[in-house]
């Protein structure tokens, strides 16, 4: 991606974002079954927002995580962290079919997001509303530092 670019490509259709958000579902139920457990009902609920954001609306660059002018978005449910890996994955942070590793001994797909372990992830969360304070401190801090990237 061009960072002064807006986008990191062509904008996806409807048509498209459906498709690939039936395929982020498809590809969240398999790491969950391979997994043993996890919120499906969570997971396939966010599945239209992750596709929209991670696949159109974000201004971030896959091969750069840590790029400073990128857009964030903080999940707070950290149960829906299969969700949030799928989205990462069909946006070019790793390849896709890694999330059947979710929860694996090794695995940096853990059963909460861990900023540490998977690229793309902008906090380690868990407790619900957790994310709201991460997203609002970072807002102000960016706010702050004159920087343009969106919370």
Do not use: C
């Amino acid at each position: 991606m061009n960072p002064t670019s807006n986008r990191r490509g062509p904008q996806l259709s409807v048509a498209e974002l459906k498709a690939a958000a039936a395929e982020m579902r498809a590809m969240d139920i398999v790491s969950i079954y391979a997994a043993g457990s996890g919120h499906p009902g969570g997971t396939l609920s966010i599945m239209d927002i992750a596709a929209a954001l991670y696949l159109n609306v974000l201004n971030h660059d896959p091969s750069n995580p840590t790029w400073s002018e990128r857009d964030r978005v903080f999940w707070s449910a950290g149960h829906k962290a299969p969700a949030l890996y799928v989205a990462l994955g069909k946006a070019g942070y790793f390849p896709l079919d890694e999330v059947v590793l979710l929860r694996q001994l090794g695995s940096g797909f853990e059963g909460h997001p861990n900023w540490l372990k998977v690229p793309g992830v902008e906090v380690s969360s868990g407790s619900l509303g957790q994310g709201l304070g991460a997203a609002v401190g970072n807002a102000l801090a960016g706010k702050l530092r004159g920087s343009s990237y969106r919370v």
